[in-house]
């Protein structure tokens, strides 16, 4: 059997397993989900969340912020300020953090809700009947007691009254990174039980036009119960999702950021991903919080407004003992090889200072760990090339007889020790350390606006140059879809070097589609990272060496 073929008839039967999923798997568990939500909606009697917030949506950033009295807050990471009005987390700015690489403007995460891109987060309490009891809500302006700026080890209180005997409080902390502590306390001044529910709410004005690419998720997450949910901006405008848990968080992730509430811990509670005034992930606790008169109760919450930094968010998923935390970052299927191999290519980081060196060794080390297996490989392959003439003679002796030549071809082979597919070997073991690798530079914030060496700034992003201005000696940039650059083409072309190494199909329509291929991917990888295309074209040229190597010591001995 040709090499080719066995290749071929890989990837069309994952293309099968793939169109078999999408077409009539995932209409099953969507429906399955519908029907799991629809009977949580049916059997939950906690009250809603507060929805009701109508944002502007014209205002600027800064007028928004200049026109609201706020509390500011710092720490090493993040800065931004805290709104009276509604005691909204609605301003942060990630310290570290630059928007591109040409500028030093830091990114900015969270804003204030009159803005169009308008992302907040809030906490408050929800009752059965809101006629009973007066609460504060999106409008409430809170008053500030004792200290007036949010640090590390220097909280924050608030405080309002609803002049109908009850007192609500809003203690705010803020560690050295990213995470809010808050405790609400409610203080019963009345002759007259009360029941409440804590909640907490983010809220995104618009959807922020997210890549849909299979191998990223952004939009809603949480795990509930053990259970990872990830729901899409779409999915959440077509129907709401609610979950019933005891034990769990959710939130909404970006490519390199996100944001999760955490409930308290052993209290049961209903979440939603919801679209109305905006999309909303919230959590509201199951059962009330009782208030006996004049007395008091608390309830805590934590927010993390983070950066995905590997070593940050796994850190919070040990010290805050949040379930699966570690999860935010998309490690995706392969998530048990991703990760260590990310730790791995960290580590050289640290050591060489540059993560393009970084994946040059781990290259390298790719292949001397299966070195021996891609000599057999090799071996098997240079046979087959060398038996070319051979097997020539053979199609044209039993071009009739279509059982004699399979004979034959079997003979030969059994004669020379040859094995047809073992080819394929050095192609399956590099497929998972490409999507790894991929993964990890699409993924994996510490990557960001890494630079290698020369035009390479930043690792994450295409290669900036094109062969249709000459790289850059030509001053025209042409449009974005003839940007090839130097690293793709260095590609294709060892790619075409690798390929003439190996057997040529005897097919000579197949022997001119394979001729095209390393066109095809030259084109095809040309906007992926840059650092993807960099262990590619190294891996490349340390399987020609190897090749090159074993075919000029092999020899066979025909008839």
């Known amino acids: 059997m040709d090499l080719r073929n066995v290749i071929f008839a890989i990837a069309l039967s994952f293309a099968v397993l793939f169109g078999w999923s999408v077409i009539f798997e995932t209409p099953q568990i969507e429906q399955e989900k519908k029907i799991q939500n629809t009977e949580n909606n049916q059997n939950s009697p906690t009250p809603s969340v507060n929805l009701d917030l109508a944002s502007v ?6 007028d928004a912020i200049k026109s609201s009295q706020r509390v500011k807050f710092e ?9 009276l009005k509604g005691g909204l987390i609605d301003d942060i700015t990630f310290k570290k953090y630059n928007e591109t690489i040409k500028n030093d403007k830091k990114v900015t995460y969270l804003n204030p809700s009159e803005t169009e891109d308008g992302y907040y987060i809030e906490t408050g309490w929800a009752a059965s009947n809101l006629k009973k009891t007066k609460l504060p809500n999106t409008e409430t302006i809170w008053a500030v007691k004792g200290n007036n700026k949010l640090s590390v080890n220097n909280p924050i209180e608030l405080e309002w009254d609803n002049k109908s005997g009850l ?15 808050i405790t609400q306390e409610i203080k019963n001044k009345s002759n007259e039980k009360i029941e409440l529910y804590p909640y907490a709410q983010i809220t995104r004005n618009k959807n922020p036009d997210v890549t849909d690419f299979y191998i990223l998720h952004e939009g809603f997450i949480g795990v509930f119960d053990e259970e990872l949910k990830e729901e899409g901006y779409g999915d959440i405008e077509d129907r709401k999702k609610e979950f ?33 005034n905006g999309f909303k992930a919230n959590y509201i606790q199951n059962e009330p919080l009782i208030i006996q008169p004049l007395s008091s109760e608390k309830s805590r919450t934590r927010i993390f ?9 796994d850190g919070y998923a040990n010290s805050e003992n949040i379930n699966k935390f570690d999860l935010t970052i998309d490690w995706g299927w392969f998530y048990f090889f991703t990760k260590p191999l990310f730790f791995i290519m960290n580590y050289l980081f640290e050591l060489t200072k540059n993560f393009g060196i970084a994946i040059v060794l781990v290259t390298a080390a790719v292949r001397i760990l299966f070195f021996p297996l891609a000599n057999y490989s090799f071996r098997s392959m240079a046979k087959m090339k060398i038996l070319q003439p051979e097997l020539l003679r053979l199609k044209e002796l039993h071009k009739d007889d279509k059982v004699k030549l399979q004979q034959e071809m079997m003979a030969l082979y059994k004669r020379e020790k040859v094995n047809p597919l073992s080819g394929c070997l050095p192609i399956l073991i590099q497929i998972p350390f490409f999507f790894a690798i991929y993964k990890m530079l699409f993924i994996s914030l510490e990557m960001r606006h890494q630079p290698f060496f020369g035009w390479i700034k930043d690792l994450s992003a295409q290669d900036p140059t094109s062969i249709f201005n000459f790289f850059g000696l030509i001053p025209w940039d042409p449009p974005s879809f003839l940007i090839i650059g130097a690293w793709p083409i260095m590609m294709g072309a060892t790619m075409y070097l690798q390929q003439k190494l190996n057997p040529t199909p005897p097919d000579p329509i197949q022997a001119k589609i394979f001729m095209f291929f390393p066109l095809f991917l030259t084109i095809i990888l040309a906007p992926f990272p840059s650092g993807l295309v960099v262990y590619w074209t190294i891996n490349n040229i340390l399987t020609i060496a190897q090749q090159w190597v074993i075919y000029r010591s092999t020899s066979v001995k025909t008839k």
Do not use: C, H
């Open 57 to 62: 949506k014209s205002v600027s950033r800064e």
């Open 75 to 83: 720490n090493e990471n993040v800065e931004g300020s805290i709104a």
């Open 167 to 181: 007192l609500f409080r809003k203690k705010i902390e803020l560690d050295d990174k990213f995470l809010f502590r």
């Open 244 to 276: 019933i848990a005891k034990d769990g968080w959710l939130g909404i992730t970006d490519k390199y950021w996100m944001t999760a509430l955490v409930p308290e811990k052993n209290q049961p509670f209903k979440g939603e991903f919801l679209f109305k």
């Open 305 to 313: 407004v983070a950066a995905k930094e590997v070593k940050i968010i």
